[in-house]
């Protein structure tokens, strides 16, 4: 069974800063990981996903993140914390295409919190 | 392209009602999810549809939930005999296949309350 483990459900960082997010999956062969962003009181948005191409992935809003196998790691980091990403951010793993099944499982989330 | 689109985008009712929601899923999409999240935690997957056909159920769609599509469009999904545990967002996601990845683009979900 595939999980997702997000490390720190709150961040605080001060605007202008490194933001690095955490997110550690679990799956028996590599898997399709996701980075989706949640404003308050709607759906979740796609900053960006891993799909065995490039590990380096370059995501909306200025996010990237870094597949690692041998850490079984996918980190966003965004250079410079701006006011606006203030928000949940979400971690998500998918089978791959040939397994057949299409569930998302997400992580708990991580709250990013931007002080100025 | 518009987006998905939920309704009612809240709802509130009394335990035992049964309850429906809408999902219209980006035009050309076809396949169709509904998750379930409650508060403070990542989405949950229920249901899964390709076209009208019902593919993947959660153990978390007990019998009191029900999912259609029946013209591979928009989805419904019912709860009959809410409990106040129902009380959660409920969101779908609609995708298609484009080369090798199938990526899940979200509605604005439909908050359930059961008083």
């Known amino acids: 069974a595939q999980s997702v483990t997000q490390l720190g459900s709150h961040v605080s960082v001060s605007e202008g800063a490194l933001v690095l997010l955490r997110c550690n999956y679990s799956?028996?062969?590599?898997?399709?990981l996701f980075w989706y962003v949640q404003y308050p009181n709607q759906g979740l948005q796609l900053l960006l996903k891993?799909?065995?191409?490039?590990?380096l992935v370059k995501g909306i809003n200025g996010f990237e993140a870094e597949f690692k196998k041998s850490e079984t790691s996918f980190h966003l980091t965004k250079p410079s914390a701006h006011m606006s990403d203030a928000a949940e951010y979400f971690c998500?793993?998918?089978?791959?295409?040939?397994?057949?099944?299409?569930?998302?499982?997400f992580g708990s989330g991580t709250r990013l919190q931007v002080q100025p | 392209d518009t987006g998905v689109s939920q309704n009612p985008r809240h709802k509130i009712t009394k335990r035992g009602q049964n309850v429906t929601f809408r999902c219209d899923p980006i035009?050309?999409?076809?396949?169709l999810y509904w998750y379930r999240q409650t508060l403070g935690q990542g989405p949950e997957f229920l249901t899964y549809?390709?076209?009208?056909?019902?593919?993947?159920k959660s153990r978390l769609l007990s019998d009191r939930f029900s999912a259609e599509r029946p013209k591979g469009s928009f989805s419904t999904l019912e709860i009959q005999r809410t409990e106040q545990g129902d009380s959660a967002m409920y969101l779908c996601?609609?995708?298609?296949?484009?080369?090798?990845?199938?990526?899940?683009?979200f509605g604005p979900g439909t908050r359930l309350t059961v008083l």
């Open positions: 996601a609609s995708s298609k296949l484009a080369g090798s990845t199938d990526t899940q683009y």
């Open positions: 799956s028996s062969v590599p898997p399709y």
């Open positions: 891993y799909t065995s191409a490039a590990t």
């Open positions: 998500a793993v998918s089978p791959r295409m040939d397994t057949g099944r299409r569930a998302l499982t």
């Open positions: 035009s050309e999409h076809n396949r």
């Open positions: 549809f390709q076209n009208e056909a019902q593919l993947e």
